[in-house]
């Protein structure tokens, strides 16, 4: 296991303090690094709070700042936080205007975040929860429910983050953001696994020239195991399965996120986009947004995710929003 | 027969020491198809729970619940941990009036128990899972026309078969569930938590 | 070699044709991929270009941009670009004021940016030439001019681009840059190699349990091969290397750019900074910008480099300037 | 007996054709301790030479020394190509006035052209590099009291010599570097490039 790190125990919480020091703009509440908040809450608006495991930076905490999240429990790495810490960072982003849980759709989590809402409407606290599931991978359609959340809910906190800077009261907050969660798809691939740290070895194996379709974040098994083919047609059958169950039409708008895992380089990434861009062209849908880099990481596992929201009138001008947190900006072009 | 707040307090320390004592017996139990947490969650819940409820000055019998799935939530966020925080809970919200505690609240109580579990936790009956303790308990409880210690009896007889019934299920959920035909014929270790839950607090009615 | 990639002939034109189709902000002159500008050049300003091989993004071309840099000239992967691409490059985003020439210190591009130079000369066209040597292992002190430019040109390019856009003369963005160079110092640890698509295997070998303190972002050999130590120990040893060569001051200000080579995950560099922070904060020294991702990789390769920059009066104020490029975006916190 | 304008457009095809049939064994040669791109790179940038020359209008000795070098320079941005280049553009820059190209203007044009080498290249003599052969041209050409046919043969005779010498050398620069003493024995690839200008230069000017 070739990591920087002191010991594995410490890996989560020493990577806290580094981002405690290096980014004011966020602190921790209830005397625990794992109850990550913004430092600069905004009176009277919804609080939006994610949460989960550690390993996937910039996901989750990464996306807590200005016009988007509000506050993140940070769970052990590929663990969920508990109900506890969850409550804390509910009761400290809290703005009276009530909270929203945005998060992947994952057992641990979501027991959690349930439980975390019960203690929460105890102090009364109101809370709605939009799960992202936007994994095509992990479970057909009709079982959407089913299915994990992965980078697609980069476009879930950006909708939701502008829609809450808008101050829009939480039912719509939670509306706007289930419509995006509704209209949003995944396909990933992977190439190599990671190692957790208290674990110290690789969570499983793959072959020399073996690319894994639709393997989740955490190594969970995909679609098919093939072999690696050129970038054009991995794009092409990945985005075949997105296709099959979207009905973009020509004239549609879109937002594209090219995600890379962890190692696989910012050069591979545009060259996936390339082949997206002209798949979309095709169809005469227009890329209205696009974001590509490491949203969604599993550690150092080489692979790469493509996401599609498809846009509507409601869901545009939110996902334009600049926002600005310590680990991603958007500025308007 | 019914019990008052002062005496349900009785039921935490009761608590704490029973899994405190059964420690290891819970790390064997879920070493064997699951990742040998259970005993270290359930001791170290349990405690945090005694000294929650210890801590209330003045408490009623729902407030004792309520202090005690928020301590167990804390200290324990594994399943079993969320799952037993979970009916806590749900018990005080159920017996958020209750001025005491006799059969019908503890059918009440155990029935709220069962359904925050089964909600939390998305089980059916049948899935191997804690669950299947607990319904059992709850429906003994409700069908009971005895004073509250003696409906405990009953409650723990049917919890004991409905613990035994768990061997001939394979696990659909947890840790265990990866384990399938493994887990057959092995008592679930959640049932088994449900058991001991029931014992203490029928001991601790039994009380003079 | 698992790549995404159609062929390796194709893969840095791929990735640009990648890049075009995702941010209309950029577009390249002279009809040629290679030659990466600005779509929005400031009539009157200072140009500055850089260049180098691809295979480092977002070096180089990630930071042409709003208040930043306004061309690069794009090689193939570690390969410089040729002196007519960077002449082209130059010729596009002269505006009146002269074109600053800042790049890494490798002999085939200084090569082709001197060429160029003097190509541009032919037209009229002044140049100033700054080059990043900051990779504090690749030579002796005395011997500076000898080093390797490895992630520090980011300060570089930040300064030299604050420094252009408050529309400074040449001569001026060209000291002030030229100032940022010499007191700012990088080291660097690999712990993993990595592939040139063209070439298909890895550039070196490295025990499991080894890292290679000082390695170049190419592979080029560093000081010393050792087991790697707890993420502590191996800061300790880089910034003493630093320490040992500049004169920090307590109440003195710095720039940290914590840099991942390429498959490291940013936890990791987190963990990492958290041990800077304490060593500067031990000498009384301020952070007063810091900066952790992805700035100047080798592709897939393990590793991270930190970077130093020792503020002024002068410098803090163009290093605070906020930038807008597709690659890389600064707003004053 | 100098050469008009007119006439040093010759050199440019010459050097295109004389370069075109060495490419295989300048490709040999610099594969030894190289990576063999040499005979590619000079084939292809003189021919881009020889059709950016042929393409000017109406153009001086310097001016067509000036497009050839830029030529160069987009055709072969390689270590020789850039060199290459960067001696025609110095030679554009010192006989940018000249009217005629005899034995002082070749002598002019050799010395511009080693010394652009050698500030591009910061080598030194004895570095075993393309300079250790130029240098030795324009010292002959400067020290020649002939007219130029009769002053270039002197300097074919001096680079002939000099490129032999560069078989003792070491190389310090490039690709070859690496190889260190198994350089040592054969001569060097970018001088007997410099050898190959200097005998079609020589050629040329001894056409009747
Ligand atoms: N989804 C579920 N719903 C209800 N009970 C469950 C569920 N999953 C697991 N359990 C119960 O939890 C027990 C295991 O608890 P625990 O060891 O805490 O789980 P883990 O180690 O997987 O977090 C099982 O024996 C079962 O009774
Ligand atoms: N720094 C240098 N200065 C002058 N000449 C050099 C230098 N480096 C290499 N050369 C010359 O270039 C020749 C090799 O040219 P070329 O094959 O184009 O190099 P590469 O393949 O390394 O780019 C060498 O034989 C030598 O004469
Ligand atoms: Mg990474
Ligand atoms: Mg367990
Ligand atoms: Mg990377
Ligand atoms: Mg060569």
């Not at chain 1, 696009?290 to 493509?306: D, Q």
């Not at chain 1, 599609?308 to 991603?328: G, I, R, S, Y």
Request: hydrophobic content about 45%; proline content about 5%.
């Amino acid at each position: 296991m070739k990591k920087f790190l002191n010991t594995p125990e410490a890996f989560v919480d020493e990577m806290l303090e580094g981002i405690y020091r290096a980014h004011p703009q966020v602190t921790h509440a209830a005397g625990d690094l794992r109850c990550y908040v913004t430092a600069n809450p905004v009176p009277g608006k919804v609080g939006i709070v994610t949460g989960g495991g550690s390993g996937h930076l910039p996901t989750f905490l990464g996306f807590v700042g200005e016009n988007m999240l509000d506050g993140c429990a940070v769970g052990g790495v590929f663990q969920s936080p508990s109900s506890d810490q969850i409550l804390e960072v509910t009761k400290h982003v809290d703005q009276g205007a009530g909270v929203l849980y945005l998060y992947g759709n994952y057992t641990g989590d979501i027991m959690n975040f349930d439980m975390a809402g019960e203690l929460a409407e105890l102090e009364d606290i109101t809370t709605r929860t939009v799960m992202g599931n936007d994994d095509v991978a992990s479970s057909v359609v009709g079982e959407e429910h089913k299915r994990r959340g992965v980078a697609g809910i980069f476009f879930l906190y950006k909708a939701a983050g502008a829609a809450a800077a808008e101050m829009l009261p939480l039912d719509e907050v939670a509306r706007i953001t289930d419509k995006a969660r509704a209209r949003t798809r995944t396909m990933g691939v992977a190439l190599s696994p990671c190692i957790v740290p208290e674990v110290g070895k690789p969570s499983f194996t793959i072959g020399e020239n073996e690319m894994e379709i639709g393997m989740g974040i955490h190594g969970e098994p995909g679609i098919s195991r093939e072999p690696l083919k050129p970038a054009d047609e991995v794009v092409d059958v990945m985005m075949a399965r997105i296709f099959a169950e979207t009905d973009y039409k020509s004239g549609d708008e879109v937002a594209v996120l090219i995600n890379g895992l962890g190692a696989t380089p910012l050069e591979e990434l545009y060259i996936l986009f390339r082949r997206v861009s002209i798949l979309m062209e095709e169809r005469g849908v227009t890329i209205r947004h696009c974001w590509l880099g490491e949203f969604a990481t599993s550690m150092e596992m080489a692979g790469a995710s493509i996401s599609v929201l498809h846009l509507d009138d409601e869901l545009e001008p939110l996902l334009a929003k600049p926002v600005n947190t310590p680990f991603f900006k958007h500025i308007k072009v | 027969m019914a019990m008052t707040a002062e005496q349900t307090r009785a039921f935490y320390p009761a608590w704490a020491e029973r899994f405190a004592a059964e420690r290891e017996a819970l790390i064997a139990l879920d070493g064997k198809v699951g990742d040998s947490d259970l005993g270290i969650t359930m001791s170290k819940g349990f405690a945090a729970a005694r000294d929650a409820v210890a801590a209330l000055e003045e408490a009623t019998i729902a407030g004792q619940m309520k202090a005690a799935g928020a301590a167990l939530a804390k200290a324990a966020p594994s399943t079993m941990g969320t799952l037993m925080a979970t009916g806590f809970l749900r018990g005080f919200k159920a017996l958020e009036s209750a001025g005491q505690f006799g059969t019908p609240e503890a059918a009440t109580f155990w029935r709220a128990y069962a359904e925050g579990v089964a909600q939390r936790g998305k089980a059916q009956l049948g899935d191997k899972t804690v669950l299947d303790v607990l319904d059992p308990i709850a429906a003994a409880l409700e069908a009971s026309g005895s004073p509250l210690p003696q409906a405990l009896d009953e409650a723990v007889t049917a919890a004991a078969a409905a613990l035994e019934a768990t061997k001939d299920m394979v696990a659909q959920h947890g840790k265990a569930a990866a384990f399938q035909e493994k887990s057959r014929g092995l008592p679930d270790a959640g049932g088994t938590v449900a058991v001991m839950l029931v014992e203490v607090m029928r001991d601790v009615a039994h009380r003079p």
